[in-house]
């Protein structure tokens, strides 16, 4: 018999993070614990703000799976019995690490990756003003790789990109337009991006404006976010997006992002993992699956105002979740 705990918190945020539609100054996350007596599974999720997966949504799901789970449903049939979404994801991390736990093996040797190293990962810029932006750039000393959030306001966001690029003539640059753009942006917005040299452009159009990426001629690769939340999504992607980007939180779990990362792969498109806002409990699954992507956006806990101990580390623009954090098979 298992027992299930769901626990809800607030995080505040050390600075606001602003992108296209919102500012966040505080997220939420449920921590999901379960138990058999002598091991115990970990598993944070912050859920989906623009579909409306917030911290009620998720206990709410969990409570209406709780007598299944507590009877020893699996990752696989967990799969079926919720959708996509932060209630499986942490219901899901948490059975990793409790398998993990039982069976004193780490996570990412259960799920056959390699044995983790620090990756490189991009830390993100909050839209603000060009000279603000720049000069935050300037002060992230460690980051080789910086995202830069747009918000769809054309002239203003080439203005802030160049402003960067001038401030960091040294560092890898991708745009994140968290659906902020229009289709009849993107003949201006593209030729000024490729004269900065940014690398990716993330998500530019609204979900469901997939197809008028169709047969774009762009020398940037783009990146979905939003548009692809779970598996079914990656099928979709090809002629419209070359980079897939995988959070847990959306798809439901590390069990999902391995099968959308395998499905990815064989598509030929690039893989990127990401997270929604996070601790370093949140963050350090997706840490796991990265170690198989092209591209690692895992810098949420640097935003938080206080961090959870024991916490993921940064050095030298590198993410690297320890042993302790989670999924070591050694928190009985």
């Not at 789970?69 to 499986?88: N, S, V, W």
Request: aromatic fraction near 6%; hydrophobic fraction near 40%; glycine fraction near 12%.
């Amino acid at each position: 018999m298992i027992t299930l705990d769901v626990a809800p918190h607030e995080i505040q945020l050390a600075i606001p993070l602003r992108i296209t539609g919102h500012e966040f100054r505080s997220f939420g996350v449920i921590v999901v614990t379960l138990g058999d007596g002598e091991y115990r599974g970990r598993g944070e999720a912050a859920g989906v703000y623009f579909l409306d997966d917030g911290v009620d949504h998720m206990i709410g799901a969990i409570e209406g799976v709780r007598r299944e789970i507590e009877q020893g449903a699996d990752r696989q049939a967990l799969r079926t019995l919720l959708p996509p979404g932060g209630a499986r994801n942490a219901l899901d991390c948490a059975l990793w690490d409790l398998e993990a736990a039982r069976t004193g093996k780490p996570v990412w040797q259960l799920a056959g990756l390699p044995q983790p190293k620090p990756l490189l990962t991009t830390f993100t810029l909050s839209a603000d003003f060009p000279e603000a932006m720049a000069r935050r750039a300037g002060q992230l000393d460690q980051a080789r790789s910086i995202k830069i959030k747009l918000t769809g306001e054309v002239e203003l966001d080439i203005e802030r990109v160049r402003a960067i690029r001038s401030a960091r003539a040294d560092a890898w640059l991708g745009v994140d337009g968290n659906q902020g753009f229009a289709p009849d942006d993107l003949p201006t917005l593209i030729p000024a991006l490729v004269e900065q040299r940014i690398s990716l452009l993330e998500q530019p159009l609204p979900r469901g404006l997939e197809a008028a990426l169709s047969g774009l001629d762009s020398p940037i690769p783009i990146a979905g976010d939003e548009s692809i939340l779970s598996l079914p999504d990656v099928t979709a992607a090809p002629g419209r997006f070359q980079v897939v980007n995988i959070k847990l939180d959306k798809c439901g779990g590390l069990t999902e992002g391995l099968l959308m990362a395998a499905e990815a792969r064989r598509l030929g498109l690039g893989v990127m993992v990401g997270t929604m806002p996070a601790t370093s409990l949140g963050t350090a699954p997706g840490f796991v699956l990265g170690q198989i992507c092209d591209l690692v956006d895992l810098d949420g806990p640097t935003f938080n105002g206080e961090e959870l101990q024991p916490s993921v580390v940064y050095e030298n623009g590198t993410v690297f979740a320890g042993p302790a954090v989670w999924g070591s098979g050694l928190n009985g």
